[in-house]
């Protein structure tokens, strides 16, 4: 398992911008695919997207296609996730998940989770 740390959530106007990094420890990073997942007040815990180990295949729920890029940076242990166009209905507490197996995190089977980072989106 990986300790996982998210940071960059924030207060942002509509269609404004954030970056949120996961950052990880332990030595098997680059063997685990990475993930990130929201949940709004009142909501369940949804995906958001994934990442595979090296980057090089990507995962996105609908509703944030085209908006939200996640990537990662094997050498920092970090993933991140890149908000753009943000709508008030995005604001959750952002949560950074990950597994060896990129299917099953983009299903919601989770081997470790972070301590997740808020994001507000006013309108």
């Known amino acids: 398992q990986v300790q996982l740390v998210e940071s960059g959530g924030g207060l942002v106007q509509a269609g404004g911008s954030l970056r949120l990094s996961c950052a990880a420890s332990g030595r098997t990073f680059s063997s685990y695919a990475m993930g990130w997942f929201r949940q709004a007040p009142g909501k369940e815990r949804e995906f958001v997207a994934a990442?595979?180990?090296?980057?090089?295949?990507?995962y996105y729920a609908d509703s944030v296609k085209g908006r939200f890029t996640v990537s990662r940076d094997n050498a920092k242990n970090t993933v991140y996730l890149q908000l753009n166009i943000l709508k008030p209905e995005d604001t959750a507490v952002y949560y950074c998940?990950?597994?060896?197996?990129?299917?099953?995190?983009?299903?919601?089977?989770?081997?470790?989770w972070g301590q997740g980072t808020q994001v507000t989106v006013s309108s």
């Open positions: 998940a990950s597994n060896p197996n990129t299917r099953a995190l983009v299903v919601g089977t989770v081997d470790s």
């Open positions: 990442i595979n180990w090296s980057g090089g295949i990507t």
